[in-house]
């Protein structure tokens, strides 16, 4: 893991200077389950979030993702959010230079692999200590084999796609999640694939994760949110966890 602890609390080192993360702290432990509402693309649904007191936002700089949004289009909204939320860029294979450049910025807290990542590429953000999830798509139990072994802050997991990136909107067998944090209590797992309303308490009780990622399910269209699911989702997880 590359979180490390000091007197005053949990830090990040990113690059030339250093960010508290006693959000991302909260955020990632398995205590109890945070929610990520992935794929925003407006101002007015970041601060909503934030009203509900949702714990962590996505942001998808996918170019082929229906919830792309240039950075230059979130940077206003981003940096407004500093320190009300956590605020997680998705991307896919991109050149590694783009997330770090983000992160150095202050405009994200974390990045999200949602590709073809491997070690090899994750490994600077390791040895620079830059926080990040990395998402693994599950089909069976095997899925899972040696994917602790990406150094990831913690690790999501989704419904498998080959070819498609960036989410599916549909689930996997969760069981396999639930068999792998039984045997890596030490990891955070982020559970993502067809959350919606209507299955979110199942999941958060079957599979107990840090984190419930969600996009369709907590929309009106691609990248524009609906707050009554959302809030929807909030109580299905209160229930959950009571």
Known sequence: MS??????????NLGHFMVDCGMLNDFLSPASCALKICGVTTTADAEALI???????????YPKSKRYITPADATEWLKS????????????????SLPKQLLEDGLLDMVQFHGDEDLAYCQPFIDAKLPFIKAIGVN???????????????????APAPGVYGGTGHTFDWNHARTF???HAEIPVMLAGGITPANAQEAVATVRPACIDIASG???????????????????MLAAQA
């Open 218 to 236: 907590a929309e009106i269209s691609p990248g524009i949110k609906d707050m009554d699911k959302v809030k929807a989702i909030q109580a299905a």
């Open 81 to 96: 959010s500093a320190g009300r939320i956590v605020r997680v860029g998705v991307f896919v294979n991109a050149d590694p």
């Open 181 to 183: 944090m039984q045997s």
């Open 140 to 158: 069976a139990a095997d899925s899972l084999n040696d994917i602790a072994s990406y150094g990831a802050n913690a690790l999501l997991l989704d």
């Open 51 to 61: 009203a509900c007191g949702v714990d962590a936002l996505g942001v998808n700089f």
């Open 3 to 12: 979180k490390f602890s000091t007197a005053t609390g949990f830090y990040f």
